[in-house]
């Protein structure tokens, strides 16, 4: 078990630090469009470019200067940003020395409820309306997969708690 919790350390602050980047480069993207910062470069056939702060190296490729595309890519960004948040609410629950608890169950609830319902069907919508031509049934099937081993999860989590529960009642 001690294996576990170190693991579940690193993975929890590792899946924190990229839910912090995907979440600052959202913003990042909104403060550039918004405020058509010199970072913000127009390229040719309306395509766009969005440049490292401070340098004119590319950090992101728009494929179309429009807000239903902008606001697509800020989206996207920012659901991953979310994704990763719970992901890492996730590995927090496996760091305690008691790793049955509510707070987990809640953690492992939200990460597959997320995953079942919200990535899918934001997916079906872009896949329908979106100019990009990404593999939406893969990402599609990859989180509802993430999302039922979450469920499993939270399954044996309750269990445990009502172990647990009826172990404290009997000493």
């Known amino acids: 078990m001690k294996l576990v919790r170190h693991i579940s350390t690193v993975a929890f602050y590792l899946t924190r630090l990229i839910a912090a980047g995907y979440f ?11 405020f058509n910062l010199p970072t913000l470069q127009h390229l040719p ?6 440049c490292y702060p401070f340098t004119s190296e590319h950090f992101l490729l728009g494929a179309e200067y429009t807000a239903g595309y902008i606001a697509e890519m800020v989206l996207l960004i920012f659901l991953y940003g979310v994704f990763f948040a719970l992901l890492s609410n996730v590995f ?11 707070q987990g169950i809640r953690h492992l609830q939200w990460f597959y409820l997320i995953n079942l319902l919200l990535f899918p069907l934001v997916f079906l919508i872009l896949g329908i309306y979106s100019i990009e031509d990404y593999p ?19 399954a044996i989590f309750e269990q445990g708690v009502n172990l647990q529960n009826d172990q404290d009642l009997i000493i």
């Open 45 to 50: 056939d309306n395509r766009f470019a969005i």
């Open 136 to 154: 939406y049934v893969a990402m599609i099937t990859a989180h509802c997969i993430m999302g039922i081993f979450a469920l499993f999860i939270a």
């Open 92 to 102: 927090k629950s496996f760091r305690p020395q008691k790793i049955f608890t509510i």
């Open 24 to 34: 600052l480069t959202a913003l990042y993207i909104i403060l550039c469009v918004a």
